[in-house]
């Protein structure tokens, strides 16, 4: 998979895409990750991306003509646009989750729009095909929510993460439930005594234990979630 990023600050992109598994996903070939200047798709000797909005207002823009740029420029290449996903991070978009990031771990091309200021020209959502956002809440730029769909794609990419389960086993994986509740030794701290069934090495049991776990752990911090499971569970 290639992931292209648009953004005016770069510089915010070092650092988590070069440690743990994202690292190691760019170093295998599984994941190729590049970052673009969105100034170096301008025009003007100041390399200007931004605008006063007609109307009035506070706060800038940015312009329409190096958003456009940008996105033609990375969309030449032999991959079908059926396998590319043209994304602008925005509040205004779809939540992001699990399920999502899944969906998107199958393109072959992304291209990540990241806005700042007060936002895009509303003409750059001609040529995208979706907004994501991270959550109900306003950041300075899009950088930081790229970082964070980046992230989660990557995990989805086969061969990323060693043993498929973990990611199978995540949360909001199976039946999108919460994952179980894990313990590592010492068997016993500070008087706490890591259940009995996990050390018994009955794989049923354990098995049978983390599901119902898992079920109690999404309805206890989840009730949102949990309802969703009861009402998917009725209509199998
Ligand atoms: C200060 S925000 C602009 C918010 C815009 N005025 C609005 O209210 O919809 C600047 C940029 O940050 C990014 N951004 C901010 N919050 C975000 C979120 N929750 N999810 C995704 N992107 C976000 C977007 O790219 C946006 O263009």
């Known amino acids: ?24 996903a760019r170093a295998a070939g599984l994941a190729k990750i590049n970052i673009y200047n969105l ?21 800038m823009i940015f312009k329409p003509e190096p958003v456009y740029r940008a996105i033609k420029y990375l969309s030449r290449n032999k991959i079908r646009p059926a396998n590319r996903r043209i994304i602008y991070l925005s509040p205004q978009g779809r939540v992001f989750n699990q399920s ?6 199958k393109y072959q091309q992304l291209i990540l729009i990241c ?10 959502l001609d040529w995208v095909d979706e907004e994501i956002s991270i959550g109900d809440y306003v950041l300075t ?4 929510p790229a970082l964070v769909l980046i992230d989660c794609v990557v995990r989805q990419i086969p061969g990323v993460v060693a043993k498929k389960e973990s990611v199978q086993n995540d949360s909001f994986s199976q039946e999108y439930l919460l ?25 049923q049991k354990i098995e049978e234990w983390r599901r119902q776990e898992a079920i109690r752990a999404t309805r206890k911090k989840r009730p949102d979630l949990y309802r969703q499971w009861l009402e998917r569970k009725k209509k199998c």
């Open 100 to 105: 999502i990031a899944r969906r998107l771990a």
């Open 179 to 203: 994952d179980w509740p894990q313990y590592t030794r010492p068997p016993v701290y500070q008087g706490r005594k890591v259940p009995a069934v996990l050390l018994s090495g009955n794989h």
């Open 141 to 144: 730029g899009g950088e930081l």
């Open 1 to 24: 998979m290639r992931i292209d990023v648009v953004t005016i600050f770069p510089q915010m992109f070092s650092g988590p895409l070069d440690v743990s598994l994202i690292k190691r």
């Open 39 to 59: 100034r170096d798709f301008t025009a003007d000797r100041h390399q200007t991306v931004d605008d006063r909005p007609y109307g009035g207002g506070a706060g």
């Open 115 to 124: 806005g700042h200021y007060e936002g895009v020209d509303e003409r750059v």
